[in-house]
């Protein structure tokens, strides 16, 4: 497991504990313990198979663990699993609507299913429908209704009650660059709103506009779970610059390496890229030194390394392959 | 507040094109019957009250029964199950807002029908007023079906992902036999007290003996399906509380068991001629058990009578041995869940213990229990021998076919029950059939149970097959097991 998990210091929304689960004859998650902070949108990432939609069905404890703890907003999940069905909305990769009802219909069942009283219902539908961009569908047949629009009834199906969690599984899947645009930005206002967030997805550019965290998962395991401020600050700390020259790059490498934070230099194509430790005005020397020594600089930019990047390198590590 | 579950199915399944067409057709139904075929002897009126009620069993019978097998089922298939697995609703909220919301729509129609029914004998008062029993009957042996299938095809469709056709049917089937079977046991029970008057003293009513009290044949079936549908739909609530992950104490169970062993056998209490069971042709499921009883005796003279009181215990002991094969062949056996309760077990705890103790294990144990108790009530008899020789012989097969059952389960693919049943087929018809026909019926001892002729021909041969089937049975748990035993070692 990688050694920069998340430490406990935040209040936990959710806690896991050595959480084992097993279908007959495969362990598909395997002593996993993690914990994800209050407010927070945990970007739950791995390839196919990895585990994610059988940790987020333990998570919403429709799943039971074979062994270990999965504590939600501080209930046990073996213990009183209905306390936390009650306290918290899914939504699964495939999820299902009433086909033949109307999306009005959909909703006050759902805000009916919760439990919410009578007289609440109408707002809190109108509500959820106006937070979605759905309120002028509101005598739509779902069954009508585009892959976006099905969508956006289904998560407003599962907020309807004002979950304090909310755990999606693969929600972008199958939207439209402009619906995902407004997916993300519903995923930010839901966090501002105060809920916390789990969401995995293979879309992992998308992840990186919206997550405060990433859970990385493979073959049941953690291998890594990260806060996306520790990645943007470890990414700040040891950035990878390239230098474009106009014309020979020999002779470069030599001047480069008298620089104390400059490392791991390469010759690539565009010109030579090395690794660097100082901050801005330390680049700003750099810029200098380098013209001063009568190179002719045509570029100085930054290989900013990508939520993308992190997954692949991390994935590949666990894997033993070499990072690309 | 109307129940969310229920108000959904009004909306999906009532149009107000199917709320008109609907009464339009059953009037049309009812018109045509009249002027072809209603012609009866007995009225007008006699026929629309029977025709309604032909109509109600096949509408909300058969028709209903389908739908509640089909429900739950579909709604796992489309994902929308999930939504109710995290509602807010208590698992009685869900459970009746599922069976009567399924099934709203046939009761709809169904109670259009008993409108009629009513309306004929409003109208005619000769019309037979037994019809207001078979009505009550019809309604409650309604829900009990209702209540059953819907049960039988949560528990099926809870380790398959999509319900076979076959499995529907299988659902319906064992739904529908239920009232059927209670039906049969009372019938049965009233033509054996009839048959036990003088012919001067038989009685304008059909009388039922349960225990020391006497009811009519209509009343002990009323009384017997407002239980079971009790049962039923306590029955539903478990398996819905199983599907929200909550505990599902094995002591309900149990108590159902119990109950249904005490309630049944009331029915066979206090009859003394063994005679009396051989000429029943009332209920024949009864007839194939304990005709294998009167083959156990030595006496074949028809005035063999003995203590009243042991047949409800032999009864009690051959329904719960049914019970137990019931619940071996149709409770889900998964590995995980039996080691989840293995683990239980190993750590004492008793929560988990209660929730996960597997249901035909504790069928199988009352069974042991209730064997055990029938022996000691019949050492002092005198057909003790034959009688004992049948039910170690019975314990023995049935330990040897639950092991048989759970390897055969233990299989990753394939589809697991049918090969259960093929097994069974060849040793309890081929080889049996084989022998027969090749003139070693003595041999039969081998594979039937109740036909060794000594107490070592009724132990050894199903316990040496028993112990072929144990070891087996416990390298392939070990096989299985293998891949997760670093859990337990972890929770350790």
Same mark, same amino acid.
């Given at each position: 497991?990688?050694?920069?998990?998340?430490?406990?210091?935040?209040?936990?929304?959710?806690?896991?504990?050595?959480?084992?689960?097993?279908?007959?004859?495969?362990?598909? $998650?395997?002593?996993?313990?993690?914990?994800?902070?209050?407010?927070?949108?945990?970007?739950?990432?791995?390839? =196919?198979?990895?585990?994610?939609?059988?940790?987020?069905?333990?998570?919403?404890?429709?799943?039971?663990?074979?062994?270990?703890?999965?504590?939600?907003?501080?209930?046990?999940?073996?213990?009183?699993?209905?306390?936390?069905?009650?306290?918290?909305?899914?939504?699964?990769?495939?999820?299902?609507?009433?086909?033949?009802?109307?999306?009005?219909?959909?909703?006050?069942?759902?805000?009916?299913?919760?439990?919410?009283?009578?007289?609440?219902?109408?707002?809190?539908?109108?509500?959820?429908?106006?937070?979605?961009?759905?309120?002028?569908?509101?005598?739509?047949?779902?069954?009508?209704?585009?892959?976006?629009?099905?969508?956006?009834? !289904?998560?407003?199906? !599962?907020?309807?009650?004002?979950?304090?969690?909310?755990?999606?599984?693969?929600?972008?899947?199958?939207?439209?660059?402009?619906?995902?645009?407004?997916?993300?930005?519903?995923?930010?206002?839901?966090?501002?709103?105060?809920?916390? $967030?789990?969401?995995?997805?293979?879309?992992?550019?998308?992840?990186?506009?919206?997550?405060?965290?990433?859970?990385? $998962?493979?073959?049941?395991?953690?291998?890594?779970?990260?806060?996306?401020?520790?990645?943007?600050?470890?990414?700040?700390?040891?950035?990878?610059?390239?230098?474009?020259?106009?014309? =020979?790059?020999?002779?470069? !490498?030599?001047?480069?390496?008298?620089?104390?934070?400059?490392?791991?230099? =390469?010759?690539?194509?565009?010109?030579?890229?090395?690794?660097?430790?100082?901050?801005?005005?330390?680049?700003?020397?750099?810029?200098?030194?380098?013209?001063?020594?009568?190179?002719?600089?045509?570029?100085?930019?930054?290989?900013? !390394?990508?939520?993308?990047?992190?997954?692949?390198?991390?994935?590949?590590?666990?894997?033993?392959?070499?990072?690309? | 507040?109307?129940?969310?579950?229920?108000?959904?199915?009004?909306?999906?399944?009532?149009?107000?094109?199917?709320?008109?067409?609907?009464?339009?057709?059953?009037?049309?139904?009812?018109?045509?019957?009249?002027?072809?075929?209603?012609?009866?002897?007995?009225?007008?009126?006699?026929?629309?009250?029977?025709?309604?009620?032909?109509?109600?069993?096949?509408?909300?019978?058969?028709? +209903?029964?389908?739908?509640?097998?089909?429900?739950?089922?579909?709604?796992?298939? @489309?994902? @929308?199950?999930? /939504?109710?697995?995290?509602?807010?609703?208590?698992?009685?909220?869900?459970?009746?807002?599922?069976?009567?919301?399924? &099934?709203?729509?046939?009761?709809?129609?169904?109670?259009?029908?008993?409108?009629?029914?009513?309306?004929?004998?409003?109208?005619?008062?000769?019309?037979?007023? /037994?019809?207001?029993?078979? &009505?009550?009957?019809?309604?409650?042996?309604?829900?009990?079906?209702?209540?059953?299938?819907?049960?039988?095809?949560?528990?099926?469709?809870?380790?398959?992902?999509?319900?076979?056709?076959?499995?529907?049917?299988?659902?319906?089937?064992?739904?529908?036999?239920?009232?059927?079977?209670?039906?049969?046991?009372?019938?049965?029970?009233?033509?054996?007290?009839?048959?036990? %008057?003088?012919?001067?003293?038989?009685?304008?009513?059909?009388?039922?003996?349960?225990?020391?009290?006497?009811?009519?044949?209509?009343?002990?079936?009323?009384?017997? %399906?407002?239980?079971?549908? #009790?049962?039923?739909?306590?029955?539903?609530?478990?398996?819905?509380?199983?599907?929200?992950?909550?505990?599902?104490?094995?002591?309900?169970?149990?108590?159902?068991?119990?109950?249904?062993?005490?309630?049944?056998? +009331?029915?066979? %209490?206090? #009859?003394?001629?063994?005679?009396?069971?051989?000429?029943?042709?009332? #209920?024949?499921?009864?007839?194939?058990?304990?005709?294998?009883?009167?083959? &156990?005796?030595?006496?074949?003279?028809?005035?063999?009578?003995?203590?009243?009181?042991?047949?409800?215990?032999?009864?009690?002991?051959?329904?719960?041995?049914?019970?137990?094969?019931?619940?071996?062949?149709?409770?889900?056996?998964?590995?995980?869940?039996?080691?989840?309760?293995?683990?239980?077990?190993? /750590?004492?705890?008793?929560?988990? #213990?209660?929730?996960?103790?597997?249901?035909?294990?504790?069928?199988?144990?009352?069974?042991?229990?209730?064997?055990?108790?029938?022996?000691?009530?019949?050492?002092?008899?005198?057909?003790? /021998?034959?009688?004992?020789?049948?039910?170690?012989?019975?314990?023995?097969?049935?330990?040897?076919?639950?092991?048989?059952?759970?390897?055969?389960?233990?299989?990753?693919?394939?589809?697991?029950?049918?090969?259960?049943?093929?097994?069974?087929?060849?040793? %309890?018809?081929?080889?049996?059939?084989?022998?027969?026909?090749?003139?070693?019926?003595?041999?039969?001892?081998?594979?039937?149970?109740?036909?060794?002729?000594?107490?070592?021909?009724?132990?050894?041969?199903?316990?040496?097959?028993?112990?072929?089937?144990?070891?087996?049975? @416990?390298?392939?748990?070990?096989?299985?097991?293998?891949?997760?035993?670093?859990?337990?070692?972890?929770?350790?």
């Amino acid at each position: 497991m990688s050694d920069t998990l998340l430490s406990s210091s935040r209040a936990d929304a959710v806690r896991v504990e050595n959480l084992i689960f097993d279908y007959p004859g495969r362990r598909a $998650l395997s002593n996993l313990s993690f914990h994800i902070s209050y407010g927070s949108i945990t970007a739950l990432v791995g390839p =196919n198979g990895a585990g994610k939609t059988t940790l987020l069905r333990c998570l919403a404890a429709l799943d039971l663990p074979f062994s270990g703890k999965v504590s939600i907003l501080g209930i046990e999940t073996n213990t009183d699993p209905r306390a936390v069905h009650r306290r918290l909305g899914y939504l699964a990769d495939i999820f299902g609507l009433y086909e033949g009802l109307t999306v009005r219909q959909c909703l006050i069942h759902a805000a009916s299913l919760r439990n919410l009283p009578s007289p609440e219902i109408p707002a809190c539908v109108t509500q959820a429908a106006a937070k979605l961009a759905i309120d002028d569908r509101l005598s739509a047949i779902a069954g009508t209704l585009s892959r976006g629009l099905r969508q956006r009834l !289904a998560i407003a199906q !599962a907020i309807i009650h004002n979950p304090e969690i909310l755990l999606l599984d693969e929600p972008a899947s199958g939207l439209d660059p402009e619906a995902r645009q407004d997916l993300s930005k519903l995923l930010r206002q839901l966090q501002a709103s105060g809920m916390t $967030l789990v969401v995995s997805s293979h879309i992992l550019a998308e992840l990186e506009d919206y997550s405060t965290d990433m859970l990385i $998962l493979d073959k049941g395991q953690i291998i890594d779970h990260t806060s996306m401020k520790d990645h943007a600050m470890t990414a700040l700390s040891t950035r990878r610059l390239v230098l474009e020259v106009n014309g =020979n790059i020999d002779g470069i !490498a030599a001047k480069l390496t008298l620089r104390d934070e400059v490392s791991k230099i =390469n010759a690539i194509a565009e010109g030579i890229e090395f690794q660097f430790s100082g901050d801005i005005t330390a680049q700003a020397n750099l810029l200098k030194y380098l013209i001063v020594e009568g190179i002719s600089v045509s570029a100085l930019w930054e290989r900013r !390394a990508s939520f993308q990047d992190t997954y692949v390198t991390r994935v590949r590590r666990e894997r033993g392959k070499p990072s690309p | 507040m109307t129940n969310p579950i229920f108000l959904r199915h009004l909306w999906s399944d009532f149009s107000l094109h199917r709320l008109l067409i609907t009464p339009i057709v059953l009037a049309a139904l009812f018109i045509l019957g009249s002027l072809t075929i209603g012609k009866s002897p007995q009225g007008l009126w006699h026929f629309v009250a029977s025709t309604g009620l032909g109509l109600f069993v096949v509408i909300v019978i058969i028709m +209903g029964t389908w739908r509640a097998c089909r429900s739950i089922p579909e709604q796992k298939v @489309t994902r @929308t199950w999930e /939504n109710i697995q995290l509602s807010s609703l208590s698992s009685w909220q869900i459970a009746c807002g599922e069976v009567f919301g399924a &099934t709203a729509y046939y009761w709809y129609g169904g109670f259009i029908c008993l409108a009629t029914v009513a309306l004929s004998l409003g109208i005619d008062t000769h019309t037979n007023k /037994n019809i207001e029993n078979i &009505t009550l009957i019809l309604f409650l042996a309604a829900i009990l079906i209702h209540a059953t299938a819907m049960q039988l095809s949560l528990a099926t469709s809870s380790t398959i992902e999509r319900m076979r056709p076959t499995s529907t049917a299988a659902c319906f089937f064992m739904a529908i036999i239920v009232p059927y079977l209670i039906k049969d046991l009372i019938d049965w029970n009233s033509a054996t007290l009839l048959a036990s %008057y003088p012919s001067s003293q038989i009685p304008d009513f059909h009388p039922v003996a349960w225990y020391d009290l006497h009811l009519t044949q209509a009343s002990a079936t009323i009384l017997s %399906y407002s239980l079971m549908a #009790i049962w039923a739909l306590i029955g539903l609530n478990q398996a819905i509380r199983r599907e929200l992950q909550m505990s599902t104490p094995v002591i309900v169970w149990a108590v159902f068991i119990l109950f249904c062993l005490f309630y049944f056998s +009331g029915f066979t %209490y206090g #009859i003394i001629s063994i005679s009396t069971y051989r000429n029943s042709i009332f #209920i024949w499921p009864l007839n194939i058990i304990l005709g294998m009883f009167a083959r &156990t005796l030595p006496y074949s003279n028809e005035s063999l009578y003995f203590n009243g009181n042991f047949l409800p215990l032999a009864f009690a002991f051959f329904l719960s041995i049914g019970f137990s094969y019931f619940m071996a062949l149709w409770e889900p056996k998964d590995i995980t869940q039996l080691r989840r309760f293995g683990w239980a077990c190993q /750590n004492r705890d008793w929560h988990n #213990i209660n929730s996960l103790f597997p249901r035909w294990l504790m069928t199988a144990s009352i069974t042991a229990i209730v064997g055990i108790v029938f022996l000691i009530a019949i050492s002092f008899e005198r057909i003790a /021998n034959p009688f004992t020789l049948t039910i170690i012989g019975l314990s023995l097969f049935a330990m040897r076919d639950f092991g048989l059952i759970l390897y055969l389960s233990l299989e990753r693919k394939g589809r697991r029950t049918v090969t259960v049943f093929v097994y069974f087929f060849i040793l %309890y018809f081929l080889v049996p059939g084989i022998l027969s026909a090749t003139g070693k019926q003595n041999w039969l001892f081998v594979f039937i149970p109740g036909q060794a002729p000594y107490l070592s021909a009724a132990i050894i041969p199903p316990l040496l097959q028993a112990l072929i089937i144990w070891p087996a049975l @416990t390298l392939r748990w070990r096989q299985l097991s293998h891949v997760t035993l670093e859990g337990l070692a972890l929770r350790s």
